[in-house]
């Protein structure tokens, strides 16, 4: 059976962009695949943070992977620092990465030019790690958003390097990214993508938001001048993003929904909208709640699925370190 691995920082509030581009993908690999969806807590600490939200969202991810339809009877589910070994890999692709391929990442210049001085080192290496938690578990396939194509790329090409080296040892793994929705972009910037870490919550939709507020951020979401609903990313991002969003959730093409609201104007698309978003959000919404209100079930789901990961990342490690020659 081929082997399925994806991850989300526990930075933030889960949104409609992360379970678009990477939860809904994991909900269906979980039935054809061998799964593994984890929350990347060390990856959290390579911007500054706080050590209390960390704990916070830690739960919080983990209840809205469980929400939105990752099923722990399908999938191992963990956490990524209970298993040491994604930091050991991590040193040792460290060291077979070239200082030029580190630096052409573009998320870490974004981030890097966010933080100016202040972006750590760790912050240079995250793709490092990323790389070692997909090798460590022989994965297949990587369910993600656009954003982090390059980076599996990196770990391909690590794979492929480490086995020329010191032998067979890692899978090659691929990327697994949707045609469309790979990508939402904010809803008060449609040039930047929607982000768990924006300044403003408006650009985003959380899956943990109200009636109200989903309703809200929907009214005010950047469209343009034009007035009709229209598909056309590159000059229309704004209702483009809106029709891709809606597309997503409800199943039906852009060109149906252009169609359905011809002569009609954005006012009555995003009422619309709004009602899809609040029909989709409020089950995961209330189903978040429950499972937060007892910590001790996500606690006990969290180290069952760490201590099966544990299992599988002991063992490469073991061939990691005959390969290299360090195990006496
Ligand atoms: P942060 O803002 O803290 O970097 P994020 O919102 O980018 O967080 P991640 O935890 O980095 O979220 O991403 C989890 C998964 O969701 C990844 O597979 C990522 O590619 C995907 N993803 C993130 N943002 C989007 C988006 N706007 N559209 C589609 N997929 C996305
Ligand atoms: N960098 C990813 C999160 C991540 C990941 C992974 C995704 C860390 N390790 C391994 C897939 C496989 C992000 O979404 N920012």
Redesign the pocket.
């Known amino acids: 059976m081929q082997r399925s691995?994806?991850?989300?920082?526990p930075t933030g509030v889960v949104h409609i962009g992360n379970y678009i581009g990477?939860i809904s993908q994991f909900v269906k690999l979980q039935d054809e695949t061998e799964a593994f969806y984890?929350l990347?807590d060390y990856?959290a600490m390579t911007v500054p943070f706080d050590p209390k939200e960390l704990n916070k969202n830690l739960l919080q991810v983990a209840a809205t992977y469980l929400a939105a339809g990752v099923d722990p009877t399908k999938a191992t589910i963990f956490q990524?620092s209970q298993v040491s070994e994604h930091t050991e890999l991590a040193w040792i692709l460290a060291c077979l990465t070239k200082m030029g391929e580190a630096e052409r990442m573009t998320?870490f210049k974004d981030k890097a030019s966010k933080h100016a001085e202040r972006a750590s080192v760790g912050l240079f290496t995250?793709?490092m790690?990323?790389a070692a938690?997909?090798l460590l578990y022989d994965?297949n396939i990587?369910?993600?958003?656009d954003?982090?194509k390059q980076?599996?790329e990196l770990a391909r090409d690590l794979a492929e390097r480490f086995n020329k080296m010191y032998g067979e040892t890692f899978v090659v793994p691929q990327p697994m990214i949707k045609k469309t929705g790979a990508r939402i972009m904010a809803l008060d910037d449609p040039m930047k993508k929607m982000s768990k870490s924006s300044v403003s919550p408006k650009g985003y939709i959380a899956l943990s938001d109200d009636d109200k507020t989903i309703a809200k951020k929907i009214r005010s979401a950047q469209t343009d001048s034009v007035g009709t609903v229209g598909y056309d990313p590159n000059h229309r991002p704004g209702i483009s993003n809106l029709v891709t969003i809606c597309s997503e959730i409800t199943g039906s093409s852009p060109a149906q929904i252009i169609k359905e609201f011809e002569g009609k104007g954005y006012k009555e698309f995003k009422e619309v909208l709004a009602q899809v978003l609040i029909e989709f959000i409020a089950p995961i919404r209330t189903h978040q709640a429950e499972l937060l209100a007892d910590k001790g079930e996500l606690v006990s789901i969290l180290n069952n699925g760490s201590a099966r990961a544990r299992e599988v990342a002991e063992k490469k490690m073991k061939q990691v370190r005959s390969a290299l020659g360090i195990k006496l």
């Open positions: 691995l994806s991850a989300i920082q990477a984890f990347v990856h990524q998320q995250y793709p790690l990323m938690d997909i994965t990587v369910p993600i958003g954003d982090q980076h599996v």
